[in-house]
């Protein structure tokens, strides 16, 4: 069987008429690309019943000649705007049912508000309805049920929510063990790196542009950029061609490099029985949640210090006035002295803290919003601090200094096994 032609469709009024922006299309793009298969064309509907089911049309047409995947996502809600199940019901002239899953999970939804099942007005319980003989994709982020209808021989039409934390969990989860079992992935071998606090563009010019006649005839290779670090990917059918290129991508980043350091961390901790504790100030919690958000990290992650005032740095980590008046909160020495009260407090074999002006006020001169200051303590009781100036907003700073500070904590545990 061939790859399939893949067309992404977002659809909503919002969208088209410019007061939402449309981020579902490019995260679904990368990720089909991440497991080897190419997007071909990205549509943006409004929720006009005869525009969605006119391009369907001409789709399910295309369909009778090669194998074709459509994923879209949007208009499965409670409201009037919400045309998807209509428009497929037409497509393929069928029948809905309600899925008794959903259903029940809706009910429940209501009663914990303190309403009866009567009191469910009809345009939400469309939601838990598909379309008669489909494979149902589970939501359980929310109430619409998502749906693969077929469009033709090895062709498919996946409809999901347009609501990304709802169709990202459904894409992940249900849709990419079907697409796995039903297309093959164009015979290609992939190699992904991770590269820390550079630039798409700057690593673009300084490895792909040097190395692309050399290294790079024949390979498919993509970037994204996330808060600290680019994801590298590569993809050929050569896979002694991409080996080499990892390999000199490690020796021209060996200070920077990494895999995914969210799975290597988890791992190793696991794998080494070792513990963490962690102390924040300007990242309010996120690194303890981004520690946490994998099954299975309390067998790791022992708790954390939110000490986002000096009088907290003070009480419970037992950072001394006089390092907070001579240094300031934002300094080596905080960090320092965060990190080892951590390690005083909880025993845990790494103990890490991170102080830091996230803006978009509190910035000086010498200290402009996006400094921070990261300290980490090792199992053989030595503490290191890092000093960043990172870019962005409020939000941004916050996630590339909890990242950050993984990737730290990634560099150590590897340091671990050499």
């Not at 969605?52 to 705007?81: F, H, R, W, Y």
């Not at 998502?146 to 498919?156: C, D, L």
């Amino acid at each position: 069987m061939k790859a399939p032609y893949i067309v992404i469709i977002s659809t909503g009024s919002e969208i088209t008429a410019g007061r939402s922006v449309d981020t579902n299309a490019g995260w679904m793009a990368n990720q089909l690309f991440e497991l080897g298969w190419k997007v071909k064309k990205i549509i943006g509907l409004p929720d006009d019943p005869d525009l969605i089911l006119s391009e369907l049309q001409t789709l399910k047409k295309l369909a009778e000649t090669k194998p074709v995947l459509v994923l879209m996502t949007g208009g499965l809600g409670p409201t009037e705007d919400d045309y998807t199940l209509e428009t497929v019901l037409k497509l393929n002239g069928k029948k809905s049912y309600s899925v008794e899953k959903a259903k029940i999970r809706l009910v429940s939804v209501y009663e914990s508000r303190g309403k009866q099942y009567s009191d469910i007005l009809p345009t939400v319980l469309r939601q838990t309805h598909v379309p008669e003989d489909c494979k149902t994709l589970d939501n359980t982020v929310g109430i619409a049920v998502g749906f693969v209808e077929p469009m033709g021989t090895n062709s498919y039409l996946v409809c999901m929510p347009g609501v990304p934390t709802e169709m990202k969990e459904m894409f992940r989860r249900r849709l990419v063990p079907e697409l796995k079992r039903i297309y093959p992935r164009e015979n290609l071998v992939q190699r992904t790196k991770w590269l820390w606090n550079i630039g798409e563009s700057l690593y673009q010019k300084d490895f792909v542009e040097t190395h692309r006649e050399e290294l790079f005839q024949n390979v498919e290779w993509g970037v994204t950029a996330n808060r600290g670090y680019i994801k590298c990917i590569f993809q050929s059918t050569d896979a002694n061609q991409l080996d080499t290129i990892v390999q000199r991508l490690e020796t021209q980043y060996p200070n920077i490099i990494s895999d995914d350091v969210f799975d290597f961390v988890h791992e190793h901790l696991l794998s080494e029985k070792l513990t963490i504790a962690v102390g924040e100030s300007c990242t309010g919690g996120l690194l303890g949640k981004k520690l946490t958000d994998t099954a299975g990290s309390s067998s790791y992650f022992l708790g954390g210090f939110l000490t986002y005032s000096n009088k907290m740095k003070e009480s419970l980590l037992g950072v001394s006035s006089e390092t907070l008046q001579q240094f300031g909160a934002v300094s080596k020495e905080t960090a320092e002295a965060m990190a080892k009260g951590i390690f005083e407090k909880t025993n845990a074999d790494y103990c890490i803290s991170i102080t830091g002006i996230a803006g978009p006020d509190g910035g000086t001169e010498l200290k402009p919003v996006g400094t921070v200051w990261i300290g980490l303590k090792t199992p053989d009781g030595s503490i290191q601090t890092h000093s960043y100036l990172f870019p962005g907003n409020r939000e941004g700073i916050r996630e590339n200094a909890s990242n950050t500070a993984l990737f730290l904590l990634n560099q150590s545990l590897k340091q671990r096994n050499v």
